[in-house]
């Protein structure tokens, strides 16, 4: 990239990019520096190492769906980007969407798809954070902050869509009518798994798979649960790994589940939770996802600013000629607007949900007792028990306001549409503006294009957004309608 692209781009700080961080900065200046200290890890990895292999990875994901780069993934393990979620007391990093945002946009704009690596981890692990399942807490994700800090990593996938069922399965209306193929029948001990997840991400790769399956098909808003698997287990196989048409570098997968049993204590929270567990999940997660597609957008500007700084015509600068200003200009305000638009998700979530939901007895105990003491047999039984867990259950519903799930579905949703459109409209144009070149894979911007499109449609497609927009806008008036 040239010199200009590095200092004027590029290199901006969290500050410049969004006005309301310099207003925190006075009234609470440490948030504000830690945001910035993990934009700056961010922007390094991606600059010294994700940008620089993004092509060389795309076209060998094109050659072989499996192709996975485990390391360039342990090149990040000294940010702590896998570890970055999970609380303090565990061992991680501690904070929370906001912050995830953040990463990932910049993450995203050297490339998507090494990016979205860590934003499906991110889903995977989100089911037991928002739970507080202190149980999985304890071992699962002490075994990602264990790994990381040996430098090896340990990576989560969220596994939701089925075959004849996608967006159906992340919204309680859809879900009564769904066409369900994934089932798991209580045994002796545990449960037994049947059917299959399709384009789950990072699925290939994972140690561990968050998976949704009711307990009774015909009834699965009642009965939708959410377990543990690993890799290796009995009855759990990989299918087919999609030949993507963009993100290449994060594999989507089919998982396949043939009388896989699970142990009872691999139920991720109480049985019958998996609607409201998937609800809050993406209340919290489509907010990052958001910035995602900004950092996408972002990429694309990005480059196709090098590429008007560098091209010339009749002599001048693309870059000189006010009809490329123009349009160079609008796409700055689509991003600026995207950017806003997941800060808005994301800190309704974390300044109205998050602190409610840290009040809890679970959340007080993991900053209070020692995972050691934790892990106790006898404190595993109690932590375990639906007692403790119907109590926690009980705790959050008094906690967190109606209202404030209104809004954070809102402002969630909000942000995963603007930014998933604009990743789509500035890429597009990038292309336009740049002519038959854009077409050159080394220009990056083709492959830019076929990375945005895919954030129009996981974590819900953006018709099924705009319909959780209005239901929560309209929440007395929205079950009137056909």
Known sequence: MTDFLDVEIAQRSLGEMAPRMKILAGLMPDYVRELEAWQAKAREYGRRFVRPQALEIDAKCRRDPRYFDWDLIRRAMPYGFLSMAIPKSAGGGGNLTTTTAVVLEEL???????????????LGISGILLGFDLYHVDRSLADVVESEKRGEPVIFAAAITEPLAGSDVEDAGYLRTAKLMTEARPVAGGYRLNGRKVFISNGSIAKYSSVIAPLDRTRPNETMSAFLVRAGDPGFSVGRVEEKMGMKACPAAELIFED???????????????????????GASRGPVGAIATGVARGAFERLVDFTVRKKTGGRRLFDQQWVQIRLADMARRIFLARQAYLDGCMTFDFTGAPKLMKLFASRMLDAVPSHVRRHPLITR?????????????????????????????YSSG????????????????????????????????????????????????????????????????????
């Open 382 to 410: 109690v932590l375990r028990s639906a007692t403790m867990q119907r109590t926690t259950r009980r705790m959050m519903d008094e906690r967190l306001d109606e209202n404030d799930l209104h809004h954070i579905q809102q």
């Open 260 to 282: 896989c049993f699970v142990p009872r204590e691999n139920l991720i929270g109480l049985e019958g939770d998996g609607v409201r567990g998937v609800e809050t999940v993406l």
């Open 415 to 482: 942000a995963k549409i603007t930014g998933s459109d604009t990743a789509m409209s500035v890429a597009y144009e990038a292309l336009q503006i740049v002519g038959l070149e854009a077409s050159l894979h080394r220009h990056e911007l083709e492959k830019i294009f076929r990375d945005a499109k895919l954030t129009q449609i996981y974590e819900g497609t953006n018709q099924l957004n705009r319909h959780n927009v209005f239901i929560n806008l309209f929440p007395r008036e929205a079950g009137h309608g056909d």
């Open 108 to 122: 995203c704009a050297a490339c998507s798809g090494v990016a979205n690596v860590f934003g499906a981890h991110g």
